[in-house]
């Protein structure tokens, strides 16, 4: 559920630059790029069909831009089930990530039905997979300024300009991400914030040097445009704030530019530059409460997007099993697993990530 992004050393982008340019009818424009992803997140129908409301599911945010979902509808419900063909097995090898993610989604779903008169309920079915279901009838009032957000929220991968968040903002995102079975720790004390800081980069550190996690976070990249339009899914390095490349080249300026030194010095950097950092924690560490821990991080996401700021998840204390601990006891909840950590503040806008067309079974 984060992104990671590469920097690329003048020499190493001179000396490619003729072969870039000889490639750029190949690898597509970030105009087309905006103009197709744009399409995904135009207005919801004023009564929409449940394939209208899938497409709001699928705005929401997942590990390595996967999207490990597919959807069943059935009458007055849809049914969104785990894909683990898209799971990513060395970053999230028990599935967490995947179930957080359908969580987001399934928050996505329900605000777009409520904001259409149809409010639901969401549960989880164990019996088929951990599968989430939503149901029509019934469930929460509709809240327009969540909803709203959908369209425009985004993981933004970039530096913030270092804004404190007022007292009554900083209430309101915790109001919002109220869910039963899941507290949230928001962090604004620079002491405090340091310590996550050195948990982030101890985390990417052990990452880095395993080369299972870099080969599959390789997997997932996507360098130019056409190739990012024509998979649907994956980390843009557009969207990152990387340069776009022809995807011949960029898994090898990947290989020789990705090192602990300047991924590190960039985390420290964005976490210096974020207003706080919140810290997800369900009460067991189970499917259902994953779930839970998805759709309160997705409502945190959506009244930060209302309220102007820009958030992204910096997972890497969550993701390595050894740093769980520390940042429970950082947070007050030792004993406990956190799920998710984001760090918001004000910042830029970033282009946004694409989608796969919904996949949706019978």
Same mark, same amino acid.
């Given at each position: 559920?984060?992104?990671?992004?590469?920097? #690329?050393?003048?020499?190493?982008?001179?000396?490619?630059?003729?072969?870039?340019?000889?490639?750029?009818?190949?690898?597509?424009?970030?105009?087309?790029?905006?103009?197709?992803?744009?399409? /995904?997140?135009?207005?919801?129908?004023?009564?929409?069909?449940?394939?209208?409301?899938?497409?709001?599911?699928?705005?929401?945010?997942?590990?390595? *831009?996967?999207?490990?979902?597919?959807?069943?509808?059935?009458?007055?419900?849809?049914?969104?089930?785990?894909?683990?063909?898209?799971?990513? @097995?060395?970053?999230?090898?028990?599935?967490?990530?995947?179930?957080?993610?359908?969580?987001?989604?399934?928050?996505?779903?329900?605000?777009?039905?409520?904001?259409? *008169?149809?409010?639901?309920?969401?549960?989880? *079915?164990?019996?088929?997979?951990?599968?989430?279901?939503?149901?029509?009838?019934?469930?929460?009032?509709?809240?327009?300024?969540?909803?709203?957000?959908?369209?425009?929220?985004?993981?933004?991968?970039?530096?913030?300009?270092?804004?404190?968040?007022?007292?009554?903002?900083?209430?309101? $995102? /915790?109001?919002?991400?109220?869910?039963?079975?899941?507290?949230?720790?928001?962090?604004?004390?620079?002491?405090?914030?340091?310590?996550?800081?050195?948990?982030?980069?101890?985390?990417?550190?052990?990452?880095? +040097? !395993?080369?299972?996690?870099?080969?599959?976070?390789?997997?997932?990249?996507?360098?130019?445009?056409?190739?990012?339009?024509?998979?649907? !899914?994956?980390?843009?390095?557009? +969207?990152?704030?990387? @340069? #776009?490349?022809?995807?011949?080249?960029?898994?090898? $300026?990947?290989?020789?530019?990705?090192?602990?030194?300047?991924?590190?010095?960039?985390?420290?950097?964005?976490?210096?530059?974020?207003?706080?950092?919140?810290?997800?924690?369900?009460?067991? +560490?189970?499917?259902?409460?994953?779930?839970?821990?998805?759709?309160?991080?997705?409502?945190?996401?959506?009244?930060?997007?209302?309220?102007?700021?820009?958030?992204?998840?910096?997972?890497?204390?969550?993701?390595?099993?050894?740093?769980?601990?520390?940042?429970? /006891?950082?947070?007050?909840?030792?004993?406990?697993?956190?799920?998710?950590?984001?760090?918001?503040?004000?910042?830029? =806008? =970033?282009?946004?990530?694409?989608?796969? /067309?919904?996949?949706?079974?019978?």
């Amino acid at each position: 559920m984060h992104r990671r992004r590469f920097l #690329i050393g003048s020499g190493v982008a001179l000396a490619g630059a003729g072969a870039i340019l000889g490639e750029v009818g190949r690898m597509g424009s970030m105009d087309e790029y905006t103009a197709s992803v744009s399409a /995904a997140r135009v207005p919801l129908a004023a009564r929409p069909e449940f394939a209208d409301l899938i497409r709001f599911a699928t705005l929401a945010p997942n590990g390595h *831009n996967t999207q490990p979902w597919r959807f069943r509808i059935d009458d007055n419900r849809i049914e969104i089930l785990p894909d683990f063909t898209r799971r990513t @097995p060395v970053v999230d090898p028990d599935d967490h990530h995947v179930f957080v993610s359908l969580g987001c989604a399934a928050e996505n779903l329900s605000l777009a039905s409520a904001a259409r *008169n149809r409010p639901g309920v969401v549960r989880v *079915n164990p019996a088929n997979e951990g599968s989430v279901v939503f149901t029509a009838g019934g469930g929460a009032v509709a809240e327009p300024a969540l909803f709203e957000a959908i369209r425009h929220r985004q993981s933004t991968r970039a530096d913030y300009d270092g804004r404190p968040v007022g007292v009554d903002e900083l209430r309101t $995102l /915790a109001a919002a991400a109220a869910m039963p079975g899941v507290d949230v720790v928001l962090l604004t004390e620079r002491t405090q914030m340091d310590h996550v800081r050195d948990l982030i980069v101890a985390g990417n550190t052990e990452q880095i +040097a !395993d080369a299972a996690f870099v080969r599959e976070l390789k997997s997932w990249l996507r360098f130019s445009p056409r190739h990012a339009l024509e998979s649907g !899914d994956g980390l843009f390095s557009a +969207a990152s704030g990387s @340069p #776009i490349l022809p995807e011949w080249l960029g898994p090898h $300026l990947f290989d020789m530019v990705y090192r602990v030194g300047p991924e590190n010095d960039r985390y420290a950097r964005q976490l210096r530059t974020s207003a706080g950092v919140a810290v997800f924690v369900s009460e067991r +560490a189970d499917i259902d409460h994953w779930v839970r821990a998805g759709r309160a991080c997705q409502r945190f996401a959506l009244q930060a997007t209302a309220l102007g700021l820009r958030h992204a998840f910096v997972n890497q204390p969550v993701e390595v099993a050894h740093l769980r601990p520390e940042l429970a /006891a950082l947070v007050g909840m030792s004993g406990r697993r956190p799920d998710i950590v984001m760090r918001f503040g004000y910042g830029p =806008t =970033t282009p946004y990530s694409a989608r796969r /067309a919904a996949v949706i079974v019978a």
